[in-house]
Nanobody, 123 residues
Framework: VQLQASGGGLVQAGGSLRLSCAAS????????MGWFRQAPGKEREFVAA????????YYADSVKGRFTISKDNAENTVYLEMNSLKPEDTADYYC?????????????????WGKGTLVTVSS
């Protein structure tokens, strides 16, 4: 299984970025696809998730109303649209697939993890 995250970069506060996660190597029916982030010196935290089959979405309170998770089943890709970015959103962002257990860091019940893509928000 491969999860390839891309789309990170440097953006000013208030700006936007869209992250992509290309998934391959198995079918993800019944799985949850999620985005997580880890800032320097901090624990990895849940950001957003979407069920592969039904498209049900979940968000951390800190990103509700600003971030949108979506998926393209045909392309096996999950997206994270990030708007109104804040300096505190600066982190490495990881995509993952699994059974999602939001309250169980650091792996949150996820079985597969991709490498991170760095998002830096300047003030």
């Amino acid at each position: 299984v491969q999860l390839q995250a891309s789309g990170g970069g440097l953006v000013q506060a208030g700006g936007s970025l869209r992250l992509s996660c290309a998934a391959s190597g198995r079918t993800f029916t019944g799985y949850v696809m999620g985005w997580f982030r880890q800032a320097p010196g901090k624990e990895r935290e849940f950001v957003a998730a979407i069920t592969w089959s039904g498209g049900r979405t979940y968000y951390a309170d800190s990103v509700k109303g600003r971030f949108t998770i979506s998926k393209d089943n045909a392309e096996n890709t999950v997206y994270l649209e990030m708007n109104s970015l804040k300096p505190e959103d600066t982190a490495d962002y990881y995509c993952a697939a699994g059974r999602l257990r939001v309250g169980v860091p650091p792996n949150y019940g996820m079985s597969y993890w991709g490498k991170g893509t760095l998002v830096t928000v300047s003030s």
